[in-house]
Structure formats: C-alpha cells, structure tokens
T-cell receptor, first 115, second 114 residues
Framework: TQLLEQSPQFLSIQEGENLTVYCNSSSVFSSLQWYRQEPGEGPVLLVT?????EVKKLKRLTFQFGDARKDSSLHITAAQPGDTGLYLC???????????????FGKGTHLIIQP | DAGVIQSPRHEVTEMGQEVTLRCKPI?????LFWYRQTMMRGLELLIY????????DSGMPEDRFSAKMPNASFSTLKIQPSEPRDSAVYFC????????????FGSGTRLTVV
C-alpha cells in the first residue's frame, strides 16, 4: 500500500492549458514537499508546505496543503513545455518526541506539455 | 557548493558481482539518505544517517545491501552479491535538518545487473 497516492499518473496537455495534480494520504504529515524530476537527474525541491490550508505560489505554480494536512494539490496555470517532468510529493511524519522519519515519496505524476 | 555528488553515474555489472556506490553530501548537512527508484515502486528510502550514524535501515531490502558513512563527507552503498532485480537508479540526498527541510539530491547512479 502506497502511503502517498498521486493522481493522475500520466497527464499530457497542450501548451497554455491549466492543470491540477493531486497528492492524497490517510496519514497526517507535519510537512509536505513537492519536487520536480527531469530525465537523468535527481528530484529538485519546489516548495514545502507546513500549515493546514496553506497556499504557496511559485510563478505559475500554486501549491495547497489540505486543512487536515493529509493531502495537497499542485495547480499550473498556462502550462509551458518547460513544465514537462515528473512531479513528486513527499511527506514527513513527525513523532511527538520531535524525531522524524525520512521523507516518504509518492510515485509521481508524469506531465508532458506539448507545444 | 557543487551539490550532492554521486559516482559512478552508470554501472553495468554481472550477477553475483559486488557493486559499490559512492556519495559526497553537501558540506554542513547533517542528514544523508539513500533512495532507490524504479518504475514499479517509485522512490524508496533505503537507509538514512544523522551525523554519520545510521538511524533507520528498515528499508534495506536484504542482507546483501550495506551502507556506511565513515565521515561527514562520504558514504557508500554496497550490494554483494548483486542480482538482476537490484537494477534501478540509486539516489543519495542530504539535508541540513530533518522534517520540513528539503532534500538536495544527487544525479543518481543507474545500476544494471545482467
């Protein structure tokens, strides 16, 4: 069972369209991160959200953390071919004692933006 | 800073051979992580270190896998003996702190066991 479920798995759209991808879990996370990975490279951090209901914007990308801190979404406005890549969400479960495990990653959404 | 440096970038080996993957984390980062990525299973955490000490190795698939961090600037992941099902991309990542801080990943080592 995957701790973090991402949907859709694959998405191919035309340049200029808007899109939303989702990251869902039954677990509560102390923080959630989004990464983008390009072929042959490691994931690169885009954003970290910490507070339930938090919204962060990065140019045309809008990230939202669910109120219950169990889910998140990434919305891209006017997608461009440069947005093509694998988008991964990752969650950190913080223990009450202050310790934390390593990040758990979803399988990602493969996004292709066609010119 | 040059980022997280992994070597080699590609490794092709025969089944049964020993394979050693190397990682140099970002200076000053106290946490080092080893992940494995496959199409079927995505990114899986294998083991992580804090201040050179292994904290959680529950993700290491079998006794054939071992990892060491002899000092703050170097870590190895060893597979002995290697098997075809070990074929994957192995990533090393480092972070200044745990929890909400982002990870910086290396470019990965693509391992093929034939």
């Amino acid at each position: 069972t995957q701790l973090l479920e991402q949907s859709p798995q694959f998405l191919s759209i035309q340049e200029g369209e808007n899109l939303t991808v989702y990251c869902n879990s039954s677990s509560v996370f102390s923080s959630l991160q989004w990464y983008r990975q390009e072929p042959g490279e490691g994931p690169v951090l885009l954003v970290t959200v910490v507070t339930g209901g938090e919204v962060k914007k990065l140019k045309r990308l809008t990230f939202q953390f669910g109120d219950a801190r169990k889910d998140s979404s990434l919305h891209i406005t006017a997608a461009q071919p440069g947005d093509t890549g694998l988008y991964l969400c990752a969650g950190a479960i913080m223990y009450s004692g202050g310790g934390a495990d390593g990040l758990t990653f979803g399988k990602g959404t493969h996004l292709i933006i066609q010119p | 800073d040059a980022g997280v440096i992994q070597s080699p970038r590609h490794e092709v080996t025969e089944m049964g051979q020993e394979v050693t993957l190397r990682c140099k984390p970002i200076s000053g980062h106290d946490y080092l992580f080893w992940y494995r990525q496959t199409m079927m299973r995505g990114l899986e955490l294998l083991i992580y270190f804090n201040n050179n000490v292994p904290i959680d190795d529950s993700g290491m698939p079998e006794d054939r896998f071992s990892a060491k961090m002899p000092n703050a600037s170097f870590s190895t992941l060893k597979i002995q003996p290697s098997e075809p099902r070990d074929s994957a991309v192995y990533f090393c990542a480092s972070s200044p702190r745990q929890g909400r801080y982002g990870y910086t990943f290396g470019s990965g080592t693509r391992l093929t066991v034939v």
